[in-house]
């Protein structure tokens, strides 16, 4: 093989490589609250929101609230930004951050809602629920 040819398929191989190192580190896993509060790095938990504990404070922007897994464990959660407008009709929440002083910091919040179709069925044309 001729030198450049090398030349070109190590780089490639180390940018490939760089690549594939910035991929991984950029994953971000679901883990149980347990493991959230031990892991000391940036995580996604998810849970059910516990509706009464939901405290928004205008003056700071910072939004409190729990969720509860499917185990019954529950976790502190605190969130620096607006409340999300659909916060109250959450089936589900996912909240990427970390846990630190108690409470779990998150940097981002992802609310689910119930699909429109799911409450109701969908009608067919003779009005037949499917």
Known sequence: MKPKYIIGIGVIVVFMGFAAISFQSSLTPYVAFAEAKTSGRTVQV?????????QYNMDTKTFNFKLVDDRGDELQVMYNGVKPSNFERATEVVAKGRYQNGVFMAD?????????YEAEGVHGVEGEQS
């Open 108 to 116: 981002e919040l992802l609310v689910k809602c119930p699909s429109k």
């Open 46 to 54: 998810k849970g059910a929101t516990i509706q009464e504990s939901a």
